[in-house]
C-alpha cells in the first residue's frame, strides 16, 4: 500500500510542480508513469522522489519516509550503476529520466540535508554535478535532433529561441571579474586543465545567464538553468571537490544566479544558500572577498541584475 501512496502523491501532488512548463506537463503526468511501469528501475527512482516529496510536505512522517525514500534510491542506483552499458532504443528515455530523478533528489539532499550536524561541502555538491554529467552520456546514445524529432521527451528537449546577448550589467560585470582571476591559474600543455576549465565554466555561466533572460517562455527558465552544470567539464567538477578557490568562486556566482527560480514548493528550496555556506567555509580568508558579491545577493535575496557593480 505504501507504493501506492507514492505513485498517488505523485500523480496529484508531485508532477504539476515537475510540469510548470504547460509543453511538459503531459511528459510528467502521464508519459513519465507509462514508461515507469515499463521499467522497474525507474518506478524506483519515480518512488523515492515521491517519497523524499512526502516526507517534506509531512513533516510529521517524516523520518519514516526519508528512510523509504533512501531504500528505492538504492534499489534504482544498483540498476543504474551496472546497467549503463546496456542502454537501448527501448530503454534510453527511461534512463534519462532515472538520471533526472536522481539529480533531484542528490539537489533536495543539498537544499534539505537530513542530516543536520554534518554540512554540506563541496564535495557533496560535486557528486550532484556528476550526475548531471551522465545525462549527457545517456543524450550522446543518438543524435539530439533524433530525441526532439521524436520519441517522448521530445517537449523536454526543444530548443529555445534565440535570445539577444546583454552588453552590460552587475552580473556580466562579475563575470569578467572572475575571468580574470581565472587567467591567472597556472596553465598546462593539455587542453582541458584548471585554467582551461574554469574560463569555460565562466562562458557557459554567461551564455546561461542570457538564456534566462529570454521572452520566449518564462516558465521554462527554471529547467535552463541547469543546462550549465551539464555543460562544465569533469574536471571542473573535480576542482568543486577539491576545493579549489576559482572553482567555487564560479560555482558561488551560479548559485546567485539560481536563487530565484528556487520553487517554494519544491525540493531545491534553500539550495542557493546552502552552496554559499558551503562555499564560504571550504574558502580562505585570502578569498572572501570573491564571494562577497554572490553571498549577498543569496542572503538578501537580490536579483543579480539588481545588485551593485
Not at 530523478?101 to 550536524?117: E, G, K, N, R, V
Not at 565562466?202 to 550549465?228: A, C, F, Q, V
Request: with cysteine.
Amino acid at each position: 500500500m505504501q507504493s501506492l501512496r507514492l505513485l498517488h502523491h505523485y500523480s496529484t501532488v508531485v508532477y504539476p510542480a515537475l510540469g510548470r512548463d504547460e509543453t511538459t506537463v503531459t511528459l510528467w503526468k502521464t508519459v513519465v508513469p507509462e514508461i515507469a511501469f515499463s521499467h522497474e528501475f525507474l518506478m524506483h527512482g519515480l518512488l523515492a522522489m515521491s517519497a523524499l516529496h512526502y516526507a517534506r510536505s509531512h513533516p510529521e512522517q517524516r523520518r519514516q519516509y526519508v528512510l523509504v525514500s533512501s531504500y528505492y534510491q538504492n534499489l534504482a542506483l544498483q540498476y543504474f550503476a551496472t546497467r549503463l552499458h546496456d542502454i537501448n532504443e527501448e530503454n534510453c528515455e527511461a534512463f534519462f529520466l532515472l538520471s533526472t530523478f536522481i539529480f533531484i533528489i542528490t539537489m533536495c539532499s543539498i537544499a534539505d540535508p537530513q542530516d543536520l550536524d554534518t554540512p554540506i561541502s563541496p564535495r557533496d555538491i560535486a557528486q550532484s554535478f556528476t550526475l548531471l554529467q551522465g545525462i549527457k552520456t545517456i543524450l550522446a546514445f543518438k543524435p539530439l535532433a533524433r530525441w526532439r524529432e521524436q520519441g517522448p521527451l521530445a517537449p523536454l528537449l526543444q530548443p529555445w529561441a534565440p535570445v539577444k546577448p546583454t552588453q552590460s550589467g552587475p552580473f556580466l560585470v562579475q563575470m569578467d571579474r572572475i575571468s580574470n582571476l581565472a587567467r591567472d591559474i597556472d596553465p598546462s600543455f593539455e587542453v582541458i586543465n584548471p585554467q582551461s576549465s574554469c574560463l569555460l565554466a565562466i562562458e557557459s555561466l554567461r551564455t546561461t545567464y542570457h538564456s534566462t533572460n529570454g521572452e520566449d517562455n518564462k516558465k521554462s527558465i527554471p529547467r535552463r538553468m541547469w543546462l550549465w552544470p551539464i555543460t562544465v567539464t569533469n574536471l571542473f567538477i573535480e576542482l568543486i571537490g577539491n576545493n579549489h578557490p576559482v572553482a567555487l568562486i564560479i560555482l558561488a556566482h551560479f548559485a546567485a544566479l539560481a536563487r530565484p527560480f528556487e520553487r517554494q514548493d519544491w525540493v531545491n528550496q534553500g539550495w542557493s544558500r546552502n552552496i554559499i555556506e558551503a562555499v564560504s567555509r571550504s574558502l580562505g580568508e585570502e578569498w572572501q572577498q570573491w564571494v562577497a558579491w554572490p553571498r549577498r545577493s543569496v542572503q538578501e535575496c537580490i536579483d543579480v541584475d539588481d545588485m551593485d557593480v
